[in-house]
């Protein structure tokens, strides 16, 4: 708790003060270009790894990096009703999803329900990603635990980008041209992200050109 508190205190001494301005004109607005839908995971950090300033991206984070297929509910639905935010009331260009390698949840999507046992929450949120495993074992014949992995992450990428195809407001804007949705994969250990190419259907490496 004292780390916290004191960080707090040198990000009004030094951040705040370098961008005072900017935090003035977002105290009562906000117009991000992008929705970053990422990982809960520590390691993950969404302004960092973009280089963006406060305003412009808005972030969904959850386990694994899921988004919930599209269905009318009465129930409570955070990363659905952030969706729905983003793209509806503030009208980003842009949805990334972004996964990383040691991914905890997409790992724990090869465990078995008695595996999860102490952890029946995220056995069920997991659930929604139930394809992703299946896809993976008919791919990853004869693959190492290292590939398994990496290619898990990535298939979970492509079911989420999918996924999002499934709310009409999102499908209506991406065949009107005026909204893009792009998949990284983040390599935690060398900070290296790979895009996925759609016409090639592979993984590339964002770099200078």
């Given amino acids: 708790m004292d780390k916290l508190f004191k960080g707090i205190m040198q990000f009004r001494r030094e951040?705040?003060?370098s961008h005072r301005d900017l935090f003035c004109k977002l105290g009562r607005e906000q117009n991000p270009?992008?929705?970053f839908i990422g990982c809960s995971d520590s390691r993950v950090v969404p302004n960092l790894i973009t280089r963006t300033d406060p305003g412009e991206l808005f972030i969904v984070r959850n386990v694994a990096n899921i988004v919930p297929p599209?269905?009318?509910?009465?129930?409570f639905v955070a990363t659905t009703s952030a969706i729905?935010?983003?793209?509806l009331a503030l009208g980003v260009e842009t949805i990334v999803v972004c996964g990383h390698s040691n991914c905890g949840g997409c790992a724990a999507m090869h465990k078995t329900d008695e595996e999860l046992a102490e952890l029946p929450h995220v056995r069920k949120w997991l659930q929604i990603s139930a394809e992703v495993p299946r896809r993976v074992e008919r791919l990853a014949v004869d693959h190492t635990p290292e590939e398994r992995e990496w290619l898990t992450e990535k298939v979970?990428?492509?079911v989420q980008m999918k996924n999002l195809l499934t709310y009409p407001y999102i499908q209506q804007r991406v065949e009107a041209g005026s909204l893009k949705i792009l998949g990284w994969?983040?390599?935690i250990e060398t900070g290296e992200v790979y895009n996925f190419n759609d016409k090639e259907e592979v993984f590339e490496?964002?770099?200078a050109d």
Avoid: D, G, S
């Avoid at 599209?70 to 129930?75: D, L």
């Fill in 84 to 87: 729905e935010y983003a793209v």
């Fill in 185 to 187: 994969h983040y390599i």
């Fill in 33 to 35: 270009h992008t929705l």
């Fill in 205 to 207: 490496l964002i770099q």
């Fill in 70 to 75: 599209f269905r009318p509910t009465e129930e």
């Fill in 15 to 17: 951040e705040f003060i």
């Fill in 156 to 158: 979970n990428i492509l």
